[in-house]
C-alpha cells in the first residue's frame, strides 16, 4: 500500500498538533497546581518544597519536605497516601499537628470568597498532587 505523500505529511502534521495540545494542557495543569501549592501549602513547606516556609517558624515541629516524598518511598511518588494524610482520611500520629485537613477545611486561600466550606475542587486537588510529583527529586 503506498500512501501519497501530501496524506502523509497531512496525518505527520495531525499528531504533531495533538502533541503540542496535550504538552499545553499539561503546561496549564502544572501551572495551576503550582499556583494551589503557593496559596495553600508554601507558608509551611516553603516554595521549593523542601520545608521551612515563613508560617513555619512558631510551630515547633518542621513540616516535612515535599520535594523527597519519592526518594524516601523507593523512587514512587505516594499519590494516593498524600491525598489521604492531605485530605485528613488518615490518622495522623499527632492529632493536634497544624497541618489542615482539606476535607474540613478547603482550599480557602484558593477560593477566600466563594464555595461551600470545606470544598476543595477535585480538579484542583488533582493538577497540586500533579505539581507534587513533577518537583520530586
Known amino acids: 500500500m503506498h500512501v501519497p505523500p501530501i496524506l502523509f505529511a497531512i496525518a505527520c502534521a495531525a499528531m504533531l ?10 503546561g496549564d495543569t502544572n501551572k495551576r497546581g503550582q499556583l494551589v501549592y503557593a496559596k495553600e501549602c508554601s507558608q509551611c513547606h516553603g516554595a521549593s518544597g523542601e520545608g521551612g516556609g515563613p508560617a513555619s517558624l512558631g510551630l ?15 523512587g514512587a511518588f505516594p499519590r494516593e497516601f498524600v491525598r489521604r494524610f492531605v485530605m ?50
Request: net charge negative; proline share 7%.
Open 60 to 74: 515547633g515541629v518542621a513540616p516535612p519536605d515535599l520535594i523527597g516524598l519519592s526518594q524516601r518511598n523507593d
Open 88 to 137: 485528613g482520611l488518615l490518622e495522623k500520629d499527632d492529632p493536634d499537628s497544624a497541618m489542615p485537613e482539606f476535607a474540613s477545611v478547603g482550599l480557602q486561600h484558593v477560593y477566600p470568597n466563594g464555595g461551600a466550606d470545606g470544598e476543595v475542587l477535585e480538579a484542583d486537588f488533582e493538577d497540586m498532587l500533579d505539581y507534587l510529583e513533577s518537583i520530586q527529586e
Open 17 to 26: 498538533s495533538a502533541c503540542t495540545q496535550t504538552s499545553n494542557a499539561d
